[in-house]
């Protein structure tokens, strides 16, 4: 009787299982590179690829994992409490308006350094 389920990793290790990443990058400069490189390393991030993978690498108990999601439901409503309060003492626009100054002023020196590069 075989175990075996479609999908599942064979048994003896095969490197034609294993899909690797493949970037290409095009351009003829150094700079064209190391701005690629760090686009794709944020977009890394923020698919949360590592985190996933350390996630599914290792086993945690179920009583861990409920200690774990009860923990970060406990934080996010820490955190949605607090933003309601900056909404009801105006604080929210505030920092709003500055993330949104902050964001057009670094716009303008990526603009800036653009046209000189």
């Not at 964001?103 to 990526?110: G, V, Y």
């Amino acid at each position: 009787m075989s175990y075996k389920k479609e999908g599942c990793a064979p048994a003896a290790w095969d490197p034609n299982w294993v899909r690797p990443i493949e970037v290409v990058v095009e351009g003829p400069s150094r700079e064209d590179f190391e701005h690629a490189s760090r686009k794709f390393k944020v977009l890394f991030q923020r698919e949360r690829v590592v985190g996933q993978l350390k996630e599914k690498s290792s086993f945690e108990k179920p009583s861990a994992r409920k200690r774990r999601k009860k923990r970060e439901a406990i934080e996010r409503a820490f955190l949605d409490n607090l933003r309601q309060e900056m909404i009801k003492t105006g604080e929210w626009d505030k920092r709003q308006k500055q993330k949104a100054a902050r964001n057009i002023k670094k716009a303008e020196k990526n603009a800036t350094v653009d046209v000189n590069g």
